[in-house]
Structures are given as C-alpha cells and as structure tokens.
C-alpha cells in the first residue's frame, strides 16, 4: 500500500514526468511541507516519550528494570507515532528527500512554470547537498547569468535557523557590526544546541518502527536468567549503533552552506569573545573565551586570548564556562562513555555466545594488541568521498566484461571480493609480477634501502624486526646516478601504475585515482633468539586515514593522511614465517587474514582497520600505494619520479651517440637537461661549455668593447634608448665581426676574441652533435 507522504511524492514526480509543470511545483512544496512537518513530529515523539529512560544509568543496562522502563518507552513512542502517522513513509522516500531530491524537480518544474525565483533557490538547496553534481553546477552558472536573477535567491531552503543566524553573523563581523555579531552568534549557539539535540533523538530513530517493538516484546517476555543472548548481542549492536549516530551529531550539523566547519561550537564562542571585546564587555569576552576551550583544549589563539584578557584584569571567577556548554559537555562525555561502556561490558558475555562473528575469530589466533595510535584530536572529520554513490559507475554485465578484459590482458586473477573478505571495497587480485620481477624488486629494496628513507632501519612498529624502506623518489634518483638499474627502478613504476589502473578499473571509479604516496618495504626478523617472549605485531592494528579512537571509531582528522582513500599492498615473496597481513575488528582482534605471495595485491578502503602479523622469521617485502581521489592531494614525488626516469631514458638515449659522448667527455660538457625535463621538443641544457677563467675573459671583452645597441640596431648608429626591452636596464651588445675588428685595432685583447669565436664554434657543434644533424 501507498503510504501518505509516499503518494505526495510520487504524484508530485508523477505530474513532472507527465510535464504537467504548475501541478509539479504545487504538489513538491506540498510533500515537502508535509515531510518537514512529519520529521518535526517524529523528533517531538522522541522528546516526549525519552523522559521515560532519561534517569537509566549506564550500569542499569542489564537489569530488568531497564527493559521495563525500555518496554515503557517503546509504548509511548508507539501510541505517538500512531497519533501522527509518521510511520507512513516508504524508505526510498526518506532517502530521496536525505538527498533534497525533491529539489532536483522542484528546480525544473518552477523553472517552466516561470518562477525563477524559486527555481533558482532549489538549485541551490540540491547543490549544497550535492555538491558534485555536474548538471546542477551548469544550471547554477546558468542562472548566474540570467538577467533579472536577484543574488539572495541563491539561498538553502532547507537551511537551519542556527545556520541561517550562523551565516548573519559572520556577515555582520566582516562588517565590524559587533553588536550584530553578538545578537546573531548568541541565537547561533542556542539554535545549534537545539539542533544537536534533534539530531540524537533521530538517532533514536532506526529501530522505533517494527523490530524496535518485536525486540522489546521479545526481551521483556524473558528472565533475567534465561535470556537469549543472540537477542541481547542484537540489541548491544543497535544500542552502539544509536550512541554512535548521537556521538556524531555535533560533526553532522557543523555545516553551513554545505561546508563542513571544523569545531564549529568553539568557532562560535571564538566569534563571540572577539565581538563582546570589541564591545567592552570584557566579562562575556572572557567567559566565552573559557568557553571556547572548555570546547577546543589547547587551542592556541585561545590560550593567547586568555592571557592577554588576565592582562586586562580579569579575575579567575571570570573565566567561567557557559551554562549552556557545560552541560554540553557533560552529556556528551556520558554519552562517550556510555559507548564506551557497552562496547566493553557487552563484549566479555560474546566469549560465552554461539554468534556468527565469535565463529570466525576462531579461525586464527585472536590476540588482542594494543593500538598504539590512540590520538585523541576533537573536531570535525574530513568527509569521506565514498559515500558519494555517483563515484561509481554500476557494476553491470558491461562492466564486468571490462574488467574480465583489462585483467586477462595483464595476467591478473580476482582471487577474493568483498564477501569473502568480510568488507566493503576488499579485494586481493594475484598476477601483478612475474617472479622474476619480484626477485629484482627484492633485490632493489635490498641494495638501496637505507636508513631514513621512508622509515628508520629500525622498524618503527616493533623491535623484533628490522625495517628497509625506499620511496619511488629515492628508487628514481638512484637510477639517475646509476645507482640501481634503470629497468628495477622502472618496474617499481610500472607495476604502481598497473595497480593504479586496476583499480580505478575494479572499483568502477567515474573520476581519476591519483597516487598519494608510494613505498617499497622490507620487514626482516631479528634473530631466532631475538624473537623470544614476542608479543607484538609487525604493524599493530591501524588505519591509513585516521586515528582509532579508544572508543573503535576512527578520527578522519590531520595530521593522519586523510586523503588517502584506497590503500593496495602488492607483495613481493612468501618465503618468510608469519607477517601475514590482516583485517581486524573494532576491538583490535583478527578478522580476516591473507597471506602474502609474489605479484599478489591486497587492496581495501584506506579507513579499515589492519595490520600485520609478526614476521618470525625470514625477511617480508612489499610494495605500498596509497590513492587518493582528491587530484590536490595526488603524489607530486610519483609524477617526479616517473619523469626522472623518462629524462634519464632520454639522455641514456642521447649518449647512445657516440660523436655526441666524445665531445661530452673531451670537453668535460656535460648534459644537464633533456627535452623531458625541459617539456619540449628539442630542447637540451649543458654545463660546462665554459670554464671561470673564460667566462670572465669574455666579461673583460664584453666590458671593453660591448656598445648600446650593437647587435640589435645593427648597422644603425646606437640610440637614445638603454634596451630594446626595457627602460630600467642598459643593454649593451658586442657582435662577433666588430668584436674581431676592434682586436684588429687594438682596441681589444685578441686572445679574447679568439676564446669568443672558438667557444662559438664549439656550441654550433654541440648542436649540431645533439640533434644529430
Ligand atoms: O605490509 C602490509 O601488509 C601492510 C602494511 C600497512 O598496512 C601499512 O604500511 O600501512
Ligand atoms: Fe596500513
């Protein structure tokens, strides 16, 4: 059955696709409304009914009186739910209206019916939530450059009031109207709080409707004994769920215009000091720069804020945080450690459990290591641009023969997808390398990689093992001066590339994959004896984009390398005891292996967590790429490197001449530049032409005999004018055939004349030896 709201949305699409335009626009604002004002009702169902669990504290969770209260609750929400009808509303249309697709047709519909006002501000509102979209992009530019379009009607209609506040108010300060500033910030930060809380009581929101009901029937049936567990590890997985949606809550909504704003509170409070300083009102200047760190801890304008207003007098008592944030705080660090508490409480009874996900830990020794990047930086995260669905094209028959092709081209086998490796975007492919590749790559590693480049010679991960590392620069570089061979050097390139393409290829990318950084690592075991009482890993469990979090989430925050997007490790051998690579669980535990081989790549989503295990004996080696999707942030050292080698191939290519290696080598010349580095045909750079002791004879010569003009206004007496160029030099020039009659003459030292005419001679010939004329 059609459910209300589903069947104003779909007559509203139904009416656009019959070009039935002023019915379109009427019936869109109409589902719009109705869809505001049911997600009104929904959040105000939650705030009603949530003072039934409000008093639960977090050690209650296991107690019946819990489900009771829960069993409460969840009657509430029914009875309201009901009341309001927000339950008639079809998935497909709660997604379509998170994305502001209405606004995609009300765009159009508004557009022919003449509305350019409305028309231009639902462009608007779809591109700040999506801003990629290309069509949309052109539409807006079009709009720009419509006569008679006003500027604010470029405005988000679906834009918050703290939003809308937030926006007046850092107009106002760039206007230094600091009173505004104050009045709009202040309305900001209330509105915010409000908004933050809306967000968790939507949270709330996944298992209200069906499950929520059966599960709390079903839970409260059952004693405290007796209960079923799998259903206790069902409701422990929700209940991280919604504290991990709340816990985000304040990340979700820090955006204004579609820009993410990083630690948008504190931002707020920074705006706010400045404007009551700018107002003399040093004791709110100095509670919201309290405040301000009470959000953002060791911020250091802040710091400096603080002291300069101790300076100006304020006492200790001044410096107090807000009410309003207070309480913030407070409720959010109940709610971390609430998460906290579940996710470790909950944990231990899993052991006991007969559930999928123990079933597979079993599998393979599940030791439990300490993370050692536990960095904990507050703030907003960098937006992961996979969520982005338009990024990848459909995985359809025509596809798929594509990549059947580009892989049987090249050798390669897709051994294990994403269902096999328990993951999102896993996938480990064999065929990259022959053996033989993988031996002269070994040997590349082995020859070159030295202390500090990359890493120390000390594994930064454990001290059971030594560490080799050698970036693709250095393995250029070192190719330059003929320090590896050319064709080692080479492969190294080459094989990245053929990984980069087979991804871009795999993953069914519609934009480019660039390379963000690129190494060659050597993972050795110390010695036999050396390995005793080991305990740890070759690379404790990480993430390549983000810090874990005690808490198992993941901070996509600087200075962890968060463009990183994909990571792919191509290994090298498998003649060594341990390292397998693996992925790992939210509590550091084995979630999946794979072991290493020659020409086999392991390729996953950057922000999954893995590691390796320890390697016991023998020596590992691999080669790492990490992609990136953002072409700001792509390798330069990669593309530099690529051109180092095709600049040393060129000059190698050069010196294939011999008349040109003779000269070369006679005269102590040497090439500098090719047309590679030099980015045009026919180009070349040499040094050496000229020793010291000529180049300052020809300057003594220049100085004797060079006169204003000669050589540009040949034949012509010298004029008035410096340079021929410019009124801010003097420009003098000495032509090859007076410079010989003023050595005639005297004038002139004629051993200098001769070194001029010979060292031009000799050039014409370098030339003519380059370009093999
Ligand atoms: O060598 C491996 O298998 C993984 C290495 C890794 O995860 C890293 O370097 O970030
Ligand atoms: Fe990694």
Redesign the pocket.
């Known amino acids: 059955e059609s459910h209300e709201y589903d069947a104003l949305y779909n007559s509203a699409v139904e009416a656009y696709l019959q070009q039935r335009w002023y019915e379109c626009k009427a019936e869109m604002e109409n589902a719009i409304n109705a869809y505001n004002t049911l997600k009104q009702d929904l959040v105000q169902c939650r705030v009603t009914c949530n003072y039934i669990t409000s008093e639960i504290d977090a050690v209650q969770y296991l107690e019946l009186s819990f489900l009771d209260t829960a069993l409460q609750r969840s009657n509430c929400l029914r009875r309201c739910f009901e009341k309001h009808d927000v339950l008639g509303v079809s998935d497909e249309v709660k997604d379509a209206f998170a994305r502001r697709l209405p606004y995609d047709y009300l765009q159009i519909c508004a557009f022919k019916t003449g509305d350019l006002e409305l028309a231009v501000s639902s462009a608007y509102t779809f591109i700040v939530a999506n801003p990629d979209h290309e069509i949309m992009q052109s539409n807006i530019k079009f709009y720009q450059e419509q006569n008679g379009v006003d500027p604010t009607w470029f405005k988000d209609l679906e834009s918050k009031l703290y939003q809308k506040y937030y926006s007046s108010a850092v107009a106002s300060y760039s206007a230094f109207q600091w009173h505004d500033v104050i009045q709009f910030m202040e309305e900001a930060v209330q509105d915010f709080l409000q908004e933050e809380g809306r967000c968790q009581r939507s949270c709330e929101g996944t298992y209200d409707h069906e499950s929520l009901t059966h599960f709390y029937i079903a839970i409260a049936g059952l004693n405290y004994e007796s209960r079923n567990c799998s259903t206790l590890v069902l409701f422990t997985d929700h209940w991280i769920n919604v504290l991990q949606c709340q816990v985000n809550c304040e990340d979700e909504i820090s955006i204004v215009n579609g820009l993410q704003i990083k630690n948008m509170l504190a931002e707020m409070y920074h705006y706010l000091q400045f404007a009551y300083y700018k107002v003399h009102d040093l004791t709110s200047a100095a509670a919201c720069t309290e405040t301000a760190l009470a959000l953002k801890p060791q911020d250091e304008a802040m710091l400096k804020n603080k002291a300069f207003y101790q300076k100006q007098g304020m006492d200790k008592e001044d410096f107090s945080t807000r009410k309003e944030i207070s309480s913030y705080i407070e409720a959010r660090s109940l709610l971390l450690s609430q998460l906290n508490f579940i996710r470790t409480k909950y944990k231990f009874s899993e052991a006991d459990l007969d559930v999928k996900d123990i079933e597979q830990k079993d599998e393979e020794e599940s030791p439990i290591f300490m993370n050692n990047a536990g960095v904990v930086i507050s703030g907003s995260s960098y937006p992961n641009p996979l969520t982005n669905a338009s990024l990848f094209g459909t995985r359809d028959s025509a596809f798929l023969a594509q990549l059947g092709d580009f892989s049987s081209k090249r050798g390669l086998t897709i051994v294990m997808e994403n269902e096999e490796l328990e993951g999102k975007y896993r996938v480990a492919t064999d065929g990259f390398l022959t053996s033989e590749q993988c031996h002269s790559l070994m040997n590349l590693a082995g020859v070159r990689a030295t202390k500090g480049d990359g890493y120390q010679n000390e594994s930064p991960h454990t001290k059971f093992e030594k560490y080799e590392g050698l970036t693709i620069n250095r393995a250029a570089q070192l190719a330059i001066k003929d320090s590896v061979s050319l064709t080692e050097a080479q492969q190294f390139l080459n094989i990245t590339e053929t990984a980069r393409t087979f991804l871009e290829t795999y993953y069914n990318l519609q934009i480019p994959l660039h390379f963000h950084y690129t190494h060659l690592v050597c993972r050795t075991a110390l010695s036999d004896e050396a390995q005793n009482g080991r305990h740890d890993l070759s690379?404790p469990v990480?993430?390549?984009n983000c810090y874990m979090q005690k808490d198992g989430t993941c901070l996509r925050e600087a200075p962890a390398y968060v463009q990183r997007d994909f990571?792919g490790?191509i290994y090298l051998n498998d003649d060594f005891e341990g390292g397998n690579f693996f992925f790992a669980n939210r509590d550091d535990s084995v979630q999946k292996t794979i072991r290493p081989k020659c020409g086999r790549m392991v390729a996953f989503e950057?922000s999954d967590f893995?590691?390796v295990l320890p390697v016991t004996k023998g020596r590992r080696c691999a080669i790492?790429v990490w992609y990136t999707l953002d072409p700001l942030a792509k390798e330069g050292s990669h593309e530099a490197a690529q051109q180092l080698l095709a600049a040393k191939v060129s000059r190698d290519q050069k010196l294939a001449n011999a008349d040109l290696r003779h000269l070369l080598n006679e005269h102590d010349f040497s090439l500098v530049k090719t047309e590679v580095e030099l980015n045009g045909p026919e180009r070349f750079a040499a040094d050496g032409i000229l020793n010291e002791q000529q180049c300052k004879a020809l300057m003594k010569l220049a100085n004797q005999g060079a006169i204003v003009g000669d050589g540009y206004n040949a034949g012509k007496k010298p004029t008035a004018q410096t340079s021929p160029h410019t009124n801010h030099e003097y420009f003098a020039g000495l032509r090859i055939d007076r410079a010989a009659e003023l050595a005639a003459d005297g004038t002139v030292d004629a051993s200098a004349v001769d070194l001029y005419l010979n060292s031009s001679a000799m050039s014409l010939d370098f030339v003519k030896k380059y370009f093999d004329m």
């Open positions: 690379h990480h993430s390549d990571s490790i950057s893995h590691g790492a």
